[in-house]
């Protein structure tokens, strides 16, 4: 209930202010968030001197985005691309999980989640790798990043194409619109 009151109250300030900033967002809605300059809202971890425990807070990244402002992620879209709504920081790394990859590659994210899409066509990008080439042959475009001359004997390799297998069997996979 208060998480509703909290949220009625962020709409109406909003609408009077006319922005949304990262640092005034509730930590759950932090996570794949982009505040109204276009910079990506993350969530960090700090402990307190106190007891030192461990708080969570959001905040502004450096991290421009070209394309979308004033976004909070959907549940529908963070639960559709295989994400977590209280993921810290931003990183690359979940490229390499299988499981998240092909919900990340399945038409239902790929085509109604392009804030997510974006974040992580740059994240590839930044790999070194291109998000549609990983969607269209994940194995191919995943190795060639590697420095390991065998793929087949890496298990990660073996574990993304499994589960490409098992999520291209029921969803057809519909990678990169030509716009981004």
């Known amino acids: 209930m208060a998480l509703i009151i909290f949220l009625a109250v962020s709409l109406l300030l909003h609408g009077a202010l006319g922005e949304l900033v990262c640092e005034q967002?509730?930590?759950?809605?932090?996570?794949?968030?982009?505040?109204?300059f276009g910079k990506r809202c993350l969530l960090e971890t700090f402990?307190?001197?106190?007891?030192?425990?461990?708080?969570?807070?959001?905040?502004t990244s450096e991290v421009v985005v070209?394309?979308?402002?004033?976004?909070?992620?959907?549940?529908?879209?963070?639960?559709?691309?295989g994400l977590d709504r209280n993921t810290v920081g931003i990183s690359s790394d979940t490229l390499f999980e299988p499981h998240l990859l092909a919900k990340l590659c399945s038409s239902d994210s790929y085509q109604s989640c392009p804030n997510i899409i974006d974040l992580y066509f740059n994240l590839a990008l930044g790999e070194g790798i291109y998000l549609p080439d990983i969607c269209a042959n994940p194995r191919h475009a995943l190795s060639t990043t590697r420095s390991s001359s065998d793929a087949n004997s890496n298990p990660i390799f073996v574990e993304v194409t499994a589960a490409f297998a098992l999520v291209s069997s029921h969803v057809g996979l519909a990678c990169a619109p030509t716009t981004i």
Do not use: F, G, M
Request: charge should be negative; proline fraction near 2%.
């Open 25 to 36: 967002l509730p930590v759950e809605l932090c996570s794949y968030s982009v505040a109204s």
């Open 66 to 81: 070209d394309v979308i402002q004033e976004r909070i992620e959907s549940d529908e879209c963070v639960n559709a691309c």
């Open 47 to 59: 402990a307190t001197e106190e007891d030192r425990e461990v708080i969570y807070q959001c905040k």
